[in-house]
């Protein structure tokens, strides 16, 4: 695996973008920073990286063995990955199995709800507006993407949603929401991109029934609730194990 770190094409919050000996691919390093509330609350958390990193490998592949297009292509060392590089589509899609967040702060509905059928919500990818969520009209007259390809995102993120929810329930996790970025590739394939992981899932242990205890995901950032890292980490060994028991 010779893939020569190239130069830097691009930085976000938690990632940084790095061109690859392909001009078809790219190396995606995942930062130790973790962001909040629009970037207002900031942080440096020690092994995020890497631990995002592995968790998001592992789903990526799942997904990939289900049929499930992604950007991904494959480990490069612990913080890094190689994958596909693609045109960003500039929307965010969060789908909910369960209610709470911004559901829970923005409406009536009382946490804890289940949401069957799961809720599909889309929002505008711009920190600058603060990532607005979008009716399917401003969605229109914003012209990002076809309404066609729109249904094939919406599909795709529902089968997504089967798939993982089914997979975390086995390791005794809930799935309560996330939210899934996509893009287009060099064969202008649409692919499932960005990252899966703690960051940007919800995860409830099933075996925890207490509200604050059962959090396994960034909003123990969000809340200061700490753990952080041991949560990500209980993640990836519940993952790992699942892997030990197939191979
Ligand atoms: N999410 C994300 N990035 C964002 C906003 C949300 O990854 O900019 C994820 C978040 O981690 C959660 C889901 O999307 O799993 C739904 O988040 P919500 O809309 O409830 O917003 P929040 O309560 O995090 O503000």
Redesign the pocket.
């Known amino acids: 695996m010779n893939h020569i770190q190239g130069s830097l094409i691009y930085e976000g919050k938690a990632k940084r973008v790095f061109a690859c000996k392909s001009p078809d691919k790219v190396l995606i390093e995942f930062k130790n920073d973790a962001t909040?509330?629009?970037a207002k609350k900031r942080s440096e958390i020690k092994g995020k990286g890497r631990l995002n990193c592995k968790i998001s490998a592992a789903l990526f592949e799942l997904l990939e063995s289900n049929g499930i297009p992604t950007h991904f292509l494959e480990l490069h060392s612990e913080t890094f990955m190689i994958a596909d590089k693609i045109n960003v589509i500039p929307i965010?899609v969060?789908i909910?199995n369960l209610a709470?967040?911004?559901?829970c702060?923005e409406t009536p509905i009382p946490q804890g709800t289940i949401l069957n059928p799961p809720l599909l919500?889309i929002?505008y990818k711009d920190d600058n507006l603060g990532?607005p969520i979008l009716t399917e009209e401003r969605l229109k007259l914003l012209d990002l993407i076809s309404m066609i390809e729109m249904e094939k995102i919406k599909n795709i993120t529902r089968s997504v949603n089967k798939i993982l929810k089914e997979y975390f329930d086995s390791l005794d996790l809930l799935l309560?929401?996330?939210?899934l970025e996509f893009g287009t590739n060099s064969l202008g394939k649409l692919v499932v991109a960005d990252e899966i992981s703690p960051?940007?899932?919800?995860f409830w242990d099933k075996k925890n029934s207490d509200p604050k205890g059962r959090i396994l995901?960034?909003?123990r950032f969000?809340q200061d609730l700490g753990g952080v890292i041991d949560a990500y980490e209980e993640i990836l060994n519940r993952i790992e194990k699942t892997s030990s028991k197939t191979t």
Do not use: I, Q
């Not at 709470?100 to 559901?103: A, Q």
């Not at 309560?176 to 939210?179: A, G, N, Q």
């Not at 960051?199 to 919800?202: I, K, T």
């Open positions: 909040a509330f629009n965010e969060v909910r709470t967040g911004s559901l702060r919500d929002y990532d309560v929401d996330f939210k960051d940007n899932c919800r995901d960034k909003d969000r």
